[in-house]
């Protein structure tokens, strides 16, 4: 299988802290993860590619101040918000590619089960 | 014009019957293209992927993929009530920025009893 995993499931915070999300390929090596953000009745939307050693390559309009994400190892990357504020609530989901074709058009992206953030 | 598009629905089918999902995309250099299943409040769940032209079968589920019109397919046989869920048409768009997902707005099915 292709197991990811998200920490927390679950957040609840006061506007202007941060929060830290992290994401974690739990039965695979993963050099690239991705973070989505997907409101209510909306589909999923990219926010940046972590690639595991460098920087993320953010989308565009997305803040990468206010959104920093941190890929330190081959099973974990983490996404920060920064100073959030009721706009940033949502669905936050990671995903990660599991290796195994050459073909990288045949890379398959699994989820994880996704953190929901509450901005008060 | 949207990259990936997908009828909202709902679409209703009886149990038993055969549910048919359609997705389009605007990008003819799409290579991959993947069905993904979500249900309420949960994140999406792979059902299965295609890069070919023609059908590929999973199961209960077919991916059919026609590149010259540009469209790709998702038929469930037997549909079952726990296959109500919201099903997400995904389309593999490499650029230069790396291989990445683009996502449609999906479609709701429900299956009644």
């Not at chain 1, 989308?59 to 330190?72: R, Y």
């Not at chain 2, 995904?90 to 009644?112: D, H, P, R, Y």
Request: proline share 4%; net charge neutral.
């Amino acid at each position: 299988g292709a197991v990811v995993s998200q920490h927390p499931s679950w957040v609840i915070c006061k506007s202007g802290t941060s929060v830290k999300i992290e994401c974690r390929s739990l039965d695979f090596q993963a050099t690239t993860m991705f973070w989505y953000r997907q409101f209510p009745k909306q589909s999923l939307m990219l926010m940046a590619t972590s690639n595991e050693g460098s920087k993320a390559t953010y989308e565009q309009g997305v803040e990468k101040d206010k959104f920093l994400i941190n890929h330190a190892s081959l099973t974990l990357s983490t996404l920060t918000v920064t100073s959030a504020h009721p706009e940033d609530s949502s669905f936050y989901i990671c995903s990660a590619i599991k290796p195994g074709t050459t073909n990288i058009y045949q890379e398959t992206q699994y989820f994880g089960p996704g953190t929901r953030l509450l901005v008060l | 014009q949207k990259e990936v598009e997908q009828n909202s629905g709902p679409l209703s089918v009886p149990e038993g019957a055969i549910a048919s999902l359609n997705c389009t995309y605007s990008d003819r250099g799409s290579q991959s293209f993947f069905w993904y299943r979500q249900y309420s409040g949960k994140s999406p769940e792979l059902i299965m992927f295609i890069y070919s032209n023609g059908d590929k079968e999973d199961g209960r589920f077919t991916a059919q993929l026609n590149k010259a019109s540009q469209y790709v397919s998702l038929l469930i046989r037997d549909s079952q009530p726990s296959d109500s869920a919201t099903y997400l048409c995904a389309v593999n768009i490499f650029t230069g920025g790396g291989n990445k997902l683009t996502f449609g707005t999906g479609t709701q099915l429900k299956v009644e009893l």
